[in-house]
């Protein structure tokens, strides 16, 4: 009669596969290696993506700017010229000038230190996706290694 019961080479594990099919640990720290590299290369590849969208995006918002102060600029200047004009018909022209000139740079220094103080509590430009799925990878780690 032969024996066609399990040989003890061939006894199944705990997983119920056969023992010689499990990767070793060298197999599965290269593996480990292997995936933890992927995530970082993607992860940086959506930190570039991203960072490449919003600079695009702010790239366009700073053109128009400089386009509409360029154009404020001489509709400011015929405004002021109307303005000098205006307290001429009343004043002496060099009256009329200075006055209006005192009243530019009041309005410049007033600007100026609103201006100062926005740029004082300004935001970071950073990549707020990118953070939150690094967050997120690096929670999902530390669980898989409980």
Same mark, same amino acid.
């Given at each position: 009669?032969?024996?066609?019961?399990?040989?003890?080479?061939?006894?199944?594990?705990?997983?119920?596969?056969?023992?010689?099919?499990?990767?070793?640990?060298? %197999?599965?720290?290269?593996?480990?290696?292997?995936?933890?590299?992927?995530?970082?290369?993607?992860?940086?590849?959506?930190?570039?993506?991203?960072?490449?969208?919003?600079?695009?995006?702010?790239? %366009?918002?700073?053109?128009?700017?400089?386009?509409?102060?360029?154009?404020?600029?001489?509709?400011?200047?015929?405004?002021?010229?109307?303005?000098?004009?205006?307290?001429?018909?009343?004043?002496?022209?060099?009256?009329?000038?200075?006055?209006?000139?005192?009243?530019?740079? %009041?309005?410049?220094?007033?600007?100026?230190?609103?201006?100062?103080?926005?740029?004082?509590?300004?935001?970071?430009?950073?990549?707020?996706?990118?953070?939150?799925?690094?967050?997120?990878?690096?929670?999902?780690?530390?669980?898989?290694?409980?």
């Amino acid at each position: 009669m032969t024996d066609t019961g399990p040989q003890p080479s061939q006894t199944s594990g705990p997983t119920g596969t056969d023992p010689r099919e499990r990767p070793s640990i060298g %197999a599965l720290i290269g593996s480990i290696t292997d995936l933890s590299s992927r995530l970082v290369r993607a992860e940086i590849a959506a930190f570039k993506s991203e960072m490449k969208t919003k600079l695009t995006m702010s790239g %366009a918002g700073v053109g128009l700017f400089v386009a509409a102060g360029v154009l404020a600029l001489y509709g400011l200047g015929f405004l002021f010229w109307a303005a000098v004009s205006a307290i001429a018909l009343a004043l002496p022209l060099w009256l009329a000038t200075l006055i209006v000139a005192v009243g530019i740079l %009041a309005l410049a220094a007033v600007l100026g230190l609103v201006g100062k103080k926005l740029l004082a509590k300004g935001s970071p430009a950073a990549p707020t996706q990118t953070i939150a799925s690094v967050k997120e990878d690096i929670a999902t780690f530390k669980e898989g290694l409980k």
